[in-house]
């Protein structure tokens, strides 16, 4: 059992031009499940999902937020989860009915799309990637998806359990020259061959650097500093006020006639803002023109 709790490490096959990130999300992972009681099949894919974004967005230098979004007319319609810069996770998963366990098409419908947002911050432009999600596995579809989008070859490995999600992500490095690793490459058909052989318990139970002495045992590895992951979310009273702020003051009001306060609930984290009349009332004084009550000289 790993003693790295939230924990992600990243690391160097030393003699190759492969490196790679290997992650456990252990408190995290529950703080997710504390806030939603998913079906085993919806827990699952989340929890893939869930340790893929960390994994990616440690091969990224940002100070925004990396999403990874996945929509489709299955029975689990939608899946989201979001890594920051600052190393802060959280998800969610919408589902109807009965969720089967089976392949991608099944799950998520088959017009189902896998979407990648990088958003960089600061009013910067966001890139996107956008491809059909395909393959058996959400680790078939990320492979295919950093196919068609990487410069660099990218493979990905996925658990998830109830106590944790695990994954472990191998990516080929540019030469000296720049030059970017070949998926063709005697280097990177090695690493990933050897990296295949891991079962999902492997991924789950063992700690760094015993599964990558079990899978690259006949390599110099080089295990880096290990990083803190951890369930945050972004929701704020000040970002819900901000929000009514957008619907107007009319509806709002509306509202309050109808139901005697606003509630807001938080998707990720299941947070509640209320606010009554006084509170709601105060969001709009500042937009309301005021009276003009002259000036007095004396």
Sequence with gaps: MSDERDTLHRFLLERTAVRGEWVHLDDAWKALLERHDYPPVVRARLGEAYAAVALIAATLKFDGALILQITGSGPLHLLVVQAT???ALRGLAR????VPDGDLAEIF???????????????RDRYQGVVELGGGSLS????????????LPTRVWLAAGTERAAGL????MPAADGTPTRPD????????????????EELLQLPA????L?????????????????FACGCSRQKVEEMLRGLGADEVRATLAEEGRVEVTCEFCNARYRLDAIDAEALFASADPQPDVGSTRH
Aim: glycine letters at 10%; hydrophobic letters at 40%; proline letters at 1%.
């Design 85 to 87: 810069g600052s190393r």
């Design 95 to 98: 589902y109807r009915g009965e």
């Design 109 to 123: 419908g088959d017009d189902a799309r896998l979407v990648i947002t990088l958003d960089p911050g600061a009013g």
């Design 140 to 151: 078939a579809a990320l492979d295919r998806y950093f196919e068609r989008s990487e410069q």
């Design 169 to 172: 992500l191998l990516q080929g």
């Design 185 to 200: 490459s005697e280097d990177w058909i090695r690493a990933t061959l050897l990296a295949d052989t891991v079962a999902a």
């Design 209 to 212: 650097q015993a599964l990558l």
């Design 214 to 230: 079990r899978l690259f045992h006949e390599e110099r590895v080089r295990l880096l500093e290990g990083h803190v992951m951890r």
